[in-house]
């Protein structure tokens, strides 16, 4: 049986545990913190890179989106980055086929998509996802206002099968500069690895 807490308690000890984090980033020494923003920069300009350049070798209509997945889910860890990238084929796909299926039944409207953000981050959070919410409506964006040529749902396809590369690409980027970070982590202080 699981034990019900207050909303108000939830969100106390959440905002706590960010508090603590965040301090301890500002802890962090001056070059530290230089090294990390070296460290994520060049990994998100390898996952964005690695995105943009499969997405125009596999000719996907706009290769940049998966660019932008690649930055967007690239997080310090390799799991955050698996966590964000997971919540973000989520909401793409829920953004995806609400508007889809918003735009059948209800035409082209601002209304129509005004309706659509809502109930795509609603849902989010009725499945206990609500992390994808702001995903699924940033999909929901971009299928319903961008301007395309063809039908919604094979934009919505294309942006979503672009999102996935973007992704790809991330989980790959990350996965290797994680293995590197804990082989340089796990050397003995002032052991060389090459032989004498």
């Given at each position: 049986?699981?034990?019900?807490?207050?909303?108000?308690?939830?969100?106390?000890?959440?905002?706590h545990?960010?508090?603590?984090?965040?301090?301890?980033?500002?802890?962090?020494?001056?070059?530290?913190?230089?090294?990390?923003?070296?460290?994520?920069?060049?990994?998100a300009?390898?996952?964005?890179?690695?995105?943009?350049?499969?997405?125009?070798?596999?000719?996907?209509?706009?290769?940049?989106?998966a660019?932008?997945?690649?930055?967007?889910?690239?997080?310090?860890?390799?799991?955050?980055?698996?966590?964000?990238s997971?919540?973000?084929?989520?909401?793409?796909?829920?953004?995806?086929?609400?508007?889809?299926?918003?735009?059948?039944?209800?035409?082209?409207?601002?209304?129509?998509?005004?309706?659509?953000?809502?109930?795509?981050?609603?849902?989010?959070?009725?499945?206990?996802?609500?992390?994808?919410?702001?995903?699924?409506?940033?999909?929901?964006?971009?299928?319903?206002?961008?301007?395309?040529?063809?039908?919604?749902?094979?934009?919505?396809?294309?942006?979503?099968?672009?999102?996935?590369?973007?992704?790809?690409?991330?989980?790959?980027?990350?996965?290797?500069?994680?293995?590197?970070?804990?082989?340089?982590?796990?050397?003995?202080?002032?052991?060389?690895?090459?032989?004498?």
């Open positions: 049986m699981s034990e019900s807490r207050p909303i108000r308690e939830s969100a106390r000890q959440l905002s545990g960010q508090q603590q984090l965040v301090q301890i980033y500002r802890r962090m020494p001056w070059g530290h913190r230089l090294l990390k923003g070296v460290s994520m920069g060049l990994q300009l390898a996952g964005a890179s690695m995105g943009y350049g499969l997405g125009l070798l596999l000719h996907t209509q706009q290769a940049f989106w660019a932008l997945t690649a930055i967007s889910v690239t997080q310090q860890t390799y799991l955050d980055t698996r966590n964000s997971r919540d973000q084929v989520i909401g793409a796909a829920i953004g995806a086929a609400v508007a889809i299926g918003a735009t059948y039944l209800l035409g082209d409207s601002y209304l129509c998509y005004a309706g659509t953000m809502v109930l795509v981050i609603m849902l989010c959070w009725c499945f206990n996802i609500g992390n994808a919410g702001k995903l699924s409506a940033t999909t929901a964006t971009i299928v319903m206002l961008v301007p395309h040529e063809g039908p919604f749902w094979t934009v919505a396809l294309t942006r979503l099968g672009e999102v996935t590369l973007g992704i790809a690409c991330a989980l790959v980027v990350t996965g290797v500069a994680q293995w590197l970070e804990q082989r340089w982590l796990e050397r003995e202080p002032g052991t060389h690895d090459d032989p004498p």
